[in-house]
């Protein structure tokens, strides 16, 4: 699964991105310092998998992972090429949701791109209106074919021409929020219709004291409800400075500043719900390791995830939530008191399943 970090040059996304990877991907003060997408795997912290860990005393443990994608800087007119919009167009189709960071600080050492002074809603728009932009042209082409598939007399043509001419109608008013109303194609994968998460990029100071930034705070959560999308604040030079430290040195640096969560941790996790992924736990062998499934994914899906063979050769799966191996200390003990559970084909992993497969080879 992936998150591409997308908003206007110079808002952040690369010192984010280096702070959630810890990776050395230029963060210079220039638009499109960021050409092609980096991308990076970050593991999610995971207190469940250790108390797992600690009663199954594997050799190896593993934590679950999700992909971030370091995408470059939009400009007003990226649907018609300007910059490097079909680059960004074009690696923004690539992902299965979005993280908008947005420019909340006032920094005359680094270059301010559009809309002149700090505007955040002003630059949240200027982004969403060249997705849509993109978008519209996307639909257009979309049912020009169908129009002409029309002549097949296949029924399905004509109902799916309703859905783009009234997709196109919601686009073309900017309601794009609408979108998830409409059973698209599958093979129209809409820029506007991906889950966003804003993210509103301020100074360290603004972020230990809302006040200084609250007018512009409410605009952009009242903004966020509108679109019924949640929002997070964070401080991109801050949680690169703790991303840089010793874990210890980190804990002890936020509690100094009176942080008891990292805004990293905030965003991977608001980044799983965005996703709608849950989290199940395998212990065969010398590795425990955590995966990350879509909410609704059943067995035999989960097992493929691990392994193609599993998937196809699935007979059935012992189940048994994280919380109960964690009250019961071990699968012997659970199974002994009927709390290790036997599912089929159809049973839907649930988060903080604790599975073992069984499958023919």
Request: aromatic share 6%.
């Amino acid at each position: 699964m992936e998150i591409g970090i997308v908003g206007l040059a110079n808002v952040g996304k690369s010192t984010l991105f280096n702070a959630l990877t810890k990776a050395n991907v230029p963060a210079l003060n220039y638009p499109f310092c960021t050409i092609e997408p980096n991308v990076g795997v970050v593991i999610i912290p995971d207190k469940r998998l250790l108390q797992v860990a600690e009663i199954v005393e594997p050799e190896k443990v593993t934590g679950a992972v999700i992909r971030f994608v370091d995408i470059a800087g939009l400009v007003k007119g990226a649907s018609r090429g300007e910059g490097l919009g079909n680059k960004f167009l074009s690696h923004i189709r690539e992902v299965d949701a979005i993280m908008h960071v947005v420019r909340g600080f006032s920094d005359p050492n680094v270059a301010k791109v559009g809309n002149g002074d700090l505007n955040p809603i002003a630059d949240i728009e200027t982004v969403e209106t060249e997705l849509m932009l993109a978008d519209l042209q996307t639909l257009e082409n979309r049912i020009e074919k169908t129009n002409r598939l029309l002549k097949t007399g296949d029924r399905k043509y004509k109902d799916e021409l309703e859905v783009l001419n009234r997709a196109y109608e919601i686009l073309n008013e900017g309601d794009f929020h609408l979108l998830n109303s409409f059973d698209l194609p599958n093979d129209l994968p809409l820029l506007s219709n991906k889950p966003v998460l804003y993210v509103l990029n301020v100074d360290e100071a603004a972020l230990l004291n809302r006040e200084m930034i609250k007018d512009m705070l409410t605009q952009v959560e009242n903004m966020a409800a509108e679109r019924n999308k949640d929002i997070l604040v964070i401080s991109a030079s801050l949680e690169y400075e703790l991303s840089s430290l010793p874990l210890d040195e980190a804990q002890e640096f936020m509690l100094e500043l009176g942080i008891e969560e990292s805004g990293l941790t905030k965003i991977i996790n608001a980044g799983i719900e965005l996703l709608d992924l849950v989290t199940f736990y395998t212990i065969k062998g010398p590795e425990t390791r955590g995966w990350l499934v879509p909410r609704g994914t059943i067995a035999p899906k989960a097992a493929g995830k691990i392994h193609s063979d599993m998937e196809r050769g699935f007979i059935k799966a012992e189940v048994i939530s994280a919380a109960e191996l964690v009250t019961y200390g071990s699968f012997s003990k659970a199974k002994e008191q009927g709390v290790l559970r036997l599912e089929g084909k159809d049973y839907q992993i649930q988060d903080g399943d604790v599975v073992l497969f069984h499958f023919n080879v």
